[in-house]
């Protein structure tokens, strides 16, 4: 299986409610990042956790990194419908590219 | 500045003909990555270049396909004799390594729909 596995990987919930994506891996990392994903194109690169730290914000995202359990996870904080998308976690373990998990989808009601 | 740019944006072919891909990346980003992705699914890792070598080729899925990068910037994947599973969105990111080796945040570009029909 890939390196990182979301989960749950379809999410609906009402604009106003806060949305929980979580990522698990298999290997040592160097740091893990969070993408989204609009429309099966380009993704773009949300924020980036290193295996020292615990946790991150940025605007209404916040990242957490327990790495004694291989796991991360996105909460998105007051959802928007703006906010529906694909979310991919990604994890750099140095040797070679980024490793993908197979997203979550997000779907924001207004 | 600019960002990384793909093109064709969609690329329509026949079975068994060549096609070529190419990616311009950010300038003085070292790293450059290609990926393909599958309707609904996540990306799946092809090949991956260091200024213009390619430490990591695991990713290509047979001999038909091919990349080369050339000046340390532009690169092109090559697919020869296209087959249908070839049908995918190929993505091309580039990054830039830290002063202490480490790999940033990738890049991505738009993305060459390619379909083999």
């Known amino acids: 299986s890939q390196q990182g596995e979301e989960d749950p990987q379809a999410l609906s919930i009402q604009e106003g409610e806060n949305a929980t994506m979580n990522c698990s891996y298999k290997t040592s990392i160097n740091n893990l990042q969070w993408y989204r994903q609009n429309s099966g194109r380009g993704l773009v690169h949300l924020i980036l956790i290193r295996s020292n730290e615990r946790e991150k914000h940025s605007g209404r995202l916040r990242v957490t990194l327990d790495t004694s359990k291989k796991s991360s996870s996105l909460l998105i904080t007051a959802s928007r419908a703006a906010d529906t998308a694909s979310y991919f976690c990604?994890?750099?373990?140095?040797?070679?590219?980024?490793?993908f998990g197979s997203g979550t989808r997000l779907q924001v009601q207004p | 500045g600019a960002g990384v740019s793909q093109s064709p944006s969609n690329k329509v072919t026949e079975k068994g003909k060549d096609v070529e891909l190419r990616c311009d990346p950010i300038?003085?980003?070292?790293?450059l990555y290609w990926y393909r992705q599958s309707l609904g699914q996540g990306l799946e890792f092809l090949i991956y270049f260091q200024g213009n070598s390619a430490p990591d080729k695991s990713g290509l899925p047979s001999d038909r396909f091919s990349a080369e990068r050339t000046g340390g910037s532009v690169s092109t994947l090559t697919i020869q004799r296209t087959q249908q599973e070839d049908s995918a969105v190929y993505l091309c990111a580039s990054s830039y390594k830290t002063g202490n080796g480490l790999r940033t945040e990738q890049y991505f570009g738009p993305g060459t729909r390619l379909t083999v029909t």
């Open positions: 300038s003085g980003h070292t790293a």
């Open positions: 990604a994890t750099d373990t140095g040797r070679r590219a980024l490793t």
